[in-house]
């Protein structure tokens, strides 16, 4: 399949769609970078957490190119195209579903230095949240860290007025990126559907995503809680923009 279609311009264009509700997605790649080599030293072992087609993990061989970098995902066509693209002789790819117990078998027995991800963890129940962090908490060695970009929520519950104007405001900043032209989520995939090549793989992400299922939106609350909960030494927020947060846990 690799000769029938140009994979590097699939992931360039997935960074641009995802840009289009991060603004700032670039300079948050590097931050949590910083902030990985800041807190944990130049890291040996670096994963890589509902990678995607591995964004962070091109980011991070850049940066730290005597790492060893492992994507997960559980979605078989983000993983091609991270596989085509990004996969080298110290990056590897594997298939792991964040909702199973032992998923982070695939890691190996030895701890790791820090753990990334971004804009991926809102799927998750928070009660799957809860588990994530309590197997992070085993696999990150002390002085490690991990980081998470993503949405969570202020809290209908907690603070109704201020988590609906975060909704408004993120929403905006999508909206605007629209009208000038960025590519939105749907877009992208229907354009992905479109292309013959990608048929066995979509229909496999399909039976693999059917059964996905989500209870109410992770907060922000439900984080901080669920990291310390997991024996985390240090939680805190680094950086908002509406209910986007760059989240930190130092093991």
């Known amino acids: 399949m690799s000769h029938q279609v140009e994979w590097t311009g699939w992931l360039q264009r997935w960074d641009e769609q995802q840009a289009g509700y991060l603004p700032d997605r670039e300079e948050q790649f590097q931050l ?36 060893e970098i492992v994507g997960l995902d559980l979605d078989p066509f983000l993983l091609e195209i991270a596989r085509q693209t990004v996969a080298g002789e110290r990056v590897r790819f594997a298939e792991a579903n964040l909702r199973t117990p032992g998923w982070d078998a695939v890691l190996g027995e030895d701890q790791v230095d820090a753990v990334c991800s971004a804009t991926a963890l809102h799927w998750l129940d928070p009660a799957d949240l809860d588990a994530v962090a309590q197997t992070l908490g085993r696999r990150i060695r002390p002085g490690g860290v991990f980081l998470n970009a993503d949405t969570m929520r202020l809290g209908p519950d907690e603070v109704p007025r201020l988590d609906a104007l975060a909704v408004e405001l993120r929403d905006r900043i999508s909206t605007e990126s629209h009208a000038r032209g960025v590519e ?15 048929a066995e793989l979509l229909s496999e992400r399909e039976v693999r995503f059917a059964r996905r299922w989500k209870g109410r939106d992770i907060t922000l609350t439900d984080t901080i809680q669920c990291f310390r909960k997991a024996g985390f030494a240090e939680v805190a927020v680094l950086g908002q923009v509406a209910d986007k947060h760059l989240f930190a846990a130092i093991r």
Do not use: H, K, N, Y
Not at 52 to 66: C, E, H, N
Not at 184 to 198: G, L, M, R
């Open 32 to 67: 949590m970078l910083e902030i990985v080599e800041r807190i944990a030293g130049t890291p040996d072992r670096f994963v890589d957490l509902a990678c995607g087609p591995g964004s962070i993990s091109q980011r991070a061989a850049r940066r730290f190119p005597q790492a």
């Open 184 to 198: 939105d989520w749907q877009a992208w995939w229907d354009t992905a559907a479109a292309e013959p090549a990608f």
